[in-house]
């Protein structure tokens, strides 16, 4: 039998992460969330699960909310990947929805902070208009062990709610 | 919140600013474990038994050796000089023989038990590797009830004080109940790890090892650790970083702690181990898992004059850090707030073949609540009496503060402190409209929904001793330094300390740097559990920062106490209940606590709402289930379910700052606990009260199918 070792299967990919380009070799079994965490060192995409329901590695693919545990990373190229790093203004200015979730402390221990923030960040920009009932079923999508998640609500509905103003 | 127009150098106490945690947090800049790499880092990977009871008849790990990237594979013979992992609290010499080895030797005795370790160049290929191992076990007849004959009984915790029977010869009335709370835990968002690197030392003890992914108590793992693998105490060096969630499961010494600092130790590089989650649903610590039977001699008044009780405590496959630490507090904790003159109590301590049992966030109390405030239910229906009114009877009045319950937990006799318990029952009713709310939800009763209140009453415990140590020095920038040996589990520490410290120097608490979980930086610690930081480690910085103002020199100051504090708390909920499914959501929730003195009112109110989805989650969704061969069943979040936001209910918190402390300068009780402690007894109160049932929930979770079969009884 001959042996195909990890390093022999691993195919050059490219990631475009935050608008960086990224040039890694990964083998088809990696995960996009391993490859930005490992091979891009974007390290605020976290692993709750691995399995697709804590959501704490959502990050934004073409702009839609995705499990980067669930994708791998050879089918992540040719596609716009945002993560937690880019949300904030190059000079450091908080993204409004870090901003809300430190004023309405959104977040406790900090673990699925990036995840909630990125699937908020999704729900801005494609249902600005997005109402309460329909906002909670879309942030059940994720899941934090410290909140009670009611600061996390309170924290995403008032961005909306300036955009709307 | 108004933080921006907040005048700098005013008081910092009770105030609700904004944390000093979050920038890192929220720009994705955290720390967590799994983030920390070092150069040549080794990955471990543990094989753990699949199966719940047997012999271990070999481990064989010729291939996994074989495998590419494996630097090592070591079974059982390998650790063999290592001791089992002692006791860190309420230990007995009674459970000493059931503490857990890190490897199994001669028995596996859970599913998860680790037997092996892999140790390879890259994660993939340690998972690899791991599936290489030949594991050759025996299966023996697994126990899978703590209350089944055959579960190993090492010990029973005995309380009794006045004269039970006699108060159960001369009683009006005997009450008795039967019920169960189901094995559920903390499963914080980011799993356990560590990773343990060897570091060149130039000072008097040589080598040594830092570790990072330490929580909860850095100085008693590093030291313990020390202990255990023949080091000098200062060799091992504790690296707290940032830490993604606690609540009693995370930080304590687990053998992988053990296994990943002695593999790096032996292969002299560092060694990383990041568990999975289907891992830490079989081998962190489980909880909860007890069940009930209690009597009460009732008068004829429907006052409790004794509570008679035994309860049998499944503790899993081994006694692990926590001793008797649990069913310790269940027995303490039971009466409540209740007078109960006379009581007596019988905790079993049953080893079965489950996950090690350890504490979760109000450990002993989520379910000793559920039960003494089921029995006081049953007491109001058995009298007609309101139950409302039962508990007003039944309250220790405030006059009788501060009232020593007569019993001993966790090496403190247990005084209640301080605390109007009248006075807050009747603000919670107040703010619910007690008796319209009553009203309405018979109304909608009657119009057909199933709905219902529910209430639930407790004394919590907090700021456990003996001693926390602060040093505080101002720094050439103007900002000031706090050094603990306190540590963080993302409960906003760090803020809380830094206000105290600013409130007594009159500096901003921005400028306030707090440094916490290094073990380097100060001589001992201990560490964050049992709601102990705000009240111990506040009352320390308090101290130092006033030594400070005072002398102007760096302030060193250890404060000691012998005694807990006891916040105190009643819930309420509304529920509804699905007559065709049996699911019931919850429509309301109300936490009234008295926490003495609330130093950011903004985070106390977190803890306690992020308590309450913990608390709503054992009521009615969380369950370690297993199957009769020992099988778990919830081995991910699929199939143990936790509340989303879609589950979780808008929680009104009434804060009260009725009853200080005494027992510290500032009033100070803590905050951690009590959201979580009554949710049981509440829901299952209010399920009872939708369905028109009296007392028919005496179990947790109450299921979709638990509530089903009780609508078809």
């Given amino acids: 039998m001959t042996e195909i070792s990890a390093a022999d299967a691993a195919v050059p990919v490219v990631l475009r992460v935050n608008g960086d380009e990224y040039r890694i070799a990964a083998e088809p079994r990696r995960t996009l969330a391993d490859a930005l965490r490992e091979d891009c060192g974007l390290t605020g995409t976290h692993l709750g699960c691995e399995h697709g329901v804590c959501g704490a590695c959502t990050v934004l693919v073409d702009g839609e909310p995705v499990r980067s545990c669930l994708m791998f990373a050879v089918q992540s190229q040719d596609v716009e990947i945002r993560t937690v790093e880019g949300l904030a203004a190059a000079d450091g200015t908080l993204h409004p929805l870090q901003e809300a979730f430190w004023r309405h402390h959104g977040l406790q221990c900090g673990f699925c902070t990036p995840g909630f923030l990125m699937l908020s960040a999704g729900i801005l920009e494609t249902s600005p208009d997005i109402g309460d009932e329909e906002l909670r079923e879309a942030l059940s999508s994720n899941l934090c062990r410290c909140t009670g998640y009611q600061t996390i609500v309170d924290s995403v509905r008032s961005v909306l709610d300036a955009g709307e103003a | ?713």
């Fill in chain 2, 1 to 713: 919140m108004g933080e921006s127009d907040r005048p700098r150098g005013g008081p910092l106490i009770g105030e609700s600013v904004l944390r000093l945690e979050d920038r890192p947090l929220l720009v994705g800049e955290g720390r967590f474990l799994a983030d920390v790499s070092f150069e040549g880092e080794l990955h471990l990977r543990v094989v753990r038994s699949d199966v719940a009871h047997g012999v271990l008849r070999g481990v064989y790990l010729d291939d996994v050796l074989a495998a590419e990237g494996v630097v090592a594979a070591w079974s059982a013979d390998e650790v063999a000089h290592v001791p089992a992992i002692e006791f860190r609290m309420t230990g007995f010499d009674e459970l000493r023989p059931y503490c857990q080895r890190i490897l199994a030797g001669e028995y596996v005795r859970y599913v998860g038990d680790p037997v092996a370790v892999v140790i390879a160049e890259d994660p993939y290929l340690a998972e690899d590797a791991a599936e290489l191992a030949f594991v050759d076990i025996e299966p023996l007849e697994p126990v899978m009830e703590a209350t089944s004959p055959g579960a190993p009984a090492p010990l029973a915790l005995e309380h009794e004080q006045g004269d039970v029977d006699a108060a159960f010869a001369g009683a009006h009335r005997i009450v008795e109940l039967r019920a169960t709370v189901g094995r559920h835990s903390g499963i914080p968002l980011e799993t356990r790890g560590l990773l343990a690197r060897p570091v060149d030392g130039d000072g008097p003890e040589g080598n040594r090892v830092e570790l990072y992914g330490i929580a909860k108590v850095p100085h008693y793992n590093c030291a313990t650790i020390a202990n255990m693998l023949d080091l000098e105490p200062g060799q091992v060096i504790g690296r707290e970083g940032h830490v993604g969630g606690g609540f009693g499961v995370r930080g304590e010494l687990y053998p992988e702690d053990l296994l990943v600092t002695y593999a790096a130790l032996k292969l002299g590089r560092p060694v990383k181990w990041v568990e999975d989650r289907r891992e830490h649903m079989v081998a962190a610590n489980h909880s909860r898992e007890q069940a009930y039977h209690v009597r009460a001699a009732v008068d004829e008044d429907g006052v409790v004059q004794a509570i008679d009780g035994e309860f049998f405590h499944d503790q899993g496959g081994y006694v692990r850090t926590h001793g008797a630490t649990v069913p310790n507090l269940s027995v303490a904790l039971l009466p409540g707030p209740y007078l109960v003159p006379s009581y007596r109590a019988r905790g079993r301590i049953r080893l079965t073949n489950k996950t090690p049992a350890g504490t979760y966030r109000a450990p002993g109390r989520f379910e000793s609540t559920f039960v003494r405030e089921r029995l006081m239910d049953r007491v109001a229906n058995e009298y007609d009496l309101d139950p409302v009114e039962v508990r007003r009877r039944n309250l220790i009045p405030a006059e009788a503060m501060p009232f020593d319950r007569g019993v001993s937990t966790l090496g403190t006799s247990l005084v209640y402190d301080s605390g109007d318990y009248q006075r807050l029952l009747e603000r919670l009713l107040t703010h619910i409209g007690y008796e319209s709310l009553r009203e309405s939800l018979a109304q909608r009763r009657e119009e057909g929904e199933m709905i219902g209140l529910g209430i639930g009453m407790f004394v919590e415990k907090s700021g456990l001793g003996p001693f926390d140590d602060v040093r505080v020095r101002r720094l050439d920038d103007g900002g000031v330094e706090v050094v603990t040996g306190a540590a963080s589990v993302g409960q906003g520490m760090e803020t809380a300390m830094a206000q105290i410290c600013g409130d007594v120097l009159g500096v901003d608490y921005t400028d306030v740097s707090v440094r916490h979980g290094q073990t380097d930086l100060i001589g001992r610690g201990m560490g964050a559990f049992a709601s102990r930081v705000t009240v111990m480690t506040g009352v320390a910085v308090y101290l130092a920062a006033t030594e400070l103002a005072a002398t102007g020199e760096p302030a060193e100051v250890t404060f000691n106490t012998d005694h807990m504090t006891y916040p105190y708390g009643a819930h309420a909920a509304v529920v509804r209940v699905d007559a065709g499914t049996g699911g019931v959501a919850v429509e309301r929730y109300i936490v009234a606590y008295d926490v003495g003195r609330a130093v950011n009112p903004m985070l106390v109110e977190g803890q306690i709402i992020g308590g309450v989805a913990q608390g709503v989650g054992g009521a009615l969704l969380e369950l370690f289930a297993y199957d009769a061969d020992g099988q778990p069943l919830a081995t991910s979040f699929m199939d143990y379910l936790m509340p989303t936001v879609a589950e979780q209910p808008p929680v009104e918190v009434l804060l009260s700052e009725d009853a200080p402390s005494p027992l510290n300068p500032l009033g100070l009780k803590g905050a951690g606990e009590g959201g979580t402690t009554a949710c049981g007894a509440a829901i299952a109160a209010a399920i009872d009260d939708a369905i028109s049932r009296p007392g028919a929930v005496t179990s947790l979770p109450a299921t979709p199918e638990l509530v089903r079969s009780l609508l078809r009884t």
